[in-house]
């Protein structure tokens, strides 16, 4: 991975987001607190923003400065936990040049560390880690494996999707839908549908390397 991969993925993902806004508003607006998609989208114009600032810096750097930028400019639930991601992806890739899949991976799964112990969630609460805890785990497995980087994506991107909609059946324990109680049952947690489509958006952008 080199930090051209990141400004692309970001780029991916601020179109992806902007292209499914109306649907996560309306997850957002059943069972959220309606301002999650502001947020998310505050967020992408932000790193747009910094693509300059980022591009001479190592990836572990450049995902240091995405996180403690997001921390400053994201409000809501969701900024925290999500600057929480790419501070500690940035801490997990401190000192290489350009990360392995694997190394990546075991970034990847030191973020979803950061949102579980700053969310104090886990599996199954109707939250982002439902769609986030499976992704890694798969990712690891896979890049420890050396899967072929488009069997690769196109795994993660199935295994998000699966999982975000798994999240329709759930109670949620966390955040504003947890005071509806059975009453979220039969909707979509917007943060999951969020994670589910920049997850597919940075799978489109990868390709196999020269």
Known sequence: MKTQHIIEAVEAVQAAILANESQIESLDRAIGDGDHFINVRRGCEVLMGLRGEIAPLPPGEAFGKIGMKLLSTIGGASGPLISSFFIAMGKSLAGIAEPDRVQFAAAFAAGVEAIK??????????????????????????????????????????????????????????????????????????????????????????????
């Open 117 to 210: 112990s700053r969310g104090k969630a886990d599996l199954g609460e109707k939250t982002m880690l439902d769609v986030l805890i499976p992704v890694s785990r798969l990712l690891q497995r896979l890049a420890e494996q050396g899967a072929p980087l488009p069997a690769l994506c196109g795994q993660l991107a199935a295994e998000a999707h699966r999982n975000m909609l798994a999240t329709r059946d759930m109670t949620a324990t966390k955040g504003r839908a947890s005071f509806l109680g059975e009453r979220a049952i039969g909707h979509i947690d917007p943060g999951s549908k969020t994670c589910e489509v920049a997850i597919a958006a940075v799978c489109d952008t990868l390709k196999e390397p020269a």
